[in-house]
């Protein structure tokens, strides 16, 4: 059963509890009415008229009041049905709020876990990788010791301008210094 219908069970058991309230109040007003009538009566009767009025109105008015509680009785029974329906379409739509959102996140839960699946790298591609990486620190050492950090670059020889040479910033801590075969230190970067 829809939550709607719900919300329509109860909306018409309230209102069948408020006109029954609204018909006890006319009752009871009534009777209130027609108690003071009686008491009127009574006191300006005669004590015979007026028990003979009492014993007369007394049945009346305890078969109305028994219609009275007998519908208040009825009232509050619908009262409580209405109650109970409410409660039950309100747990009702917690659980599927609440079994949604868990879904909801199971599905993401899985989505997350299938993309890392699918994106992460084996432990081999991770080996591979290690083992380049520690090759390409061994030839970086090589290129280093063979000058891979001097600052060199291209330079233009006069007269002719068109002509470059390569050329390399010499390190000032040495410069007045010449080794073997005429070469110099040069400077690194």
């Known amino acids: 059963m829809s939550t709607d219908k719900h919300h329509e069970i109860i909306g018409a058991l309230l209102e069948a509890a408020t006109r029954d309230q609204i018909g006890i109040q006319r009752a009871i007003e009534g009777m209130k009415v027609a108690t003071t009538a009686q008491h009127t009566a009574a006191h300006e009767l005669p004590g015979k008229i007026a028990k003979s009025v009492s014993d007369a ?73 290690r083992d380049e990486r520690a090759q390409l620190q061994r030839e970086i050492a090589v290129l280093e010791e063979r000058g891979a950090r001097t600052d060199f670059t291209r330079c233009k020889l006069p007269p002719n301008e068109r002509q470059t040479r390569l050329c390399a910033r010499l390190d000032p801590a040495f410069e007045k210094d010449t080794w073997e075969g005429g070469y110099r230190i040069l400077k690194n970067k």
Request: with cysteine; aromatic share 6%; net charge positive.
């Open 57 to 129: 109105i007394e049945p009346a008015v305890d078969i109305a009041a028994n219609r009275v509680v007998k519908r208040f009785i009825e009232a509050n029974r619908d009262a409580d049905r209405a109650a109970l329906a409410y409660q039950q379409a309100a747990k009702f739509s917690m659980v599927r709020i609440v079994g949604a959102a868990l879904g909801l996140v199971c599905v993401g839960a899985a989505a997350i876990v299938a993309v890392a699946w699918m994106t992460a790298p084996t432990s081999a591609e991770i080996q591979a990788l």
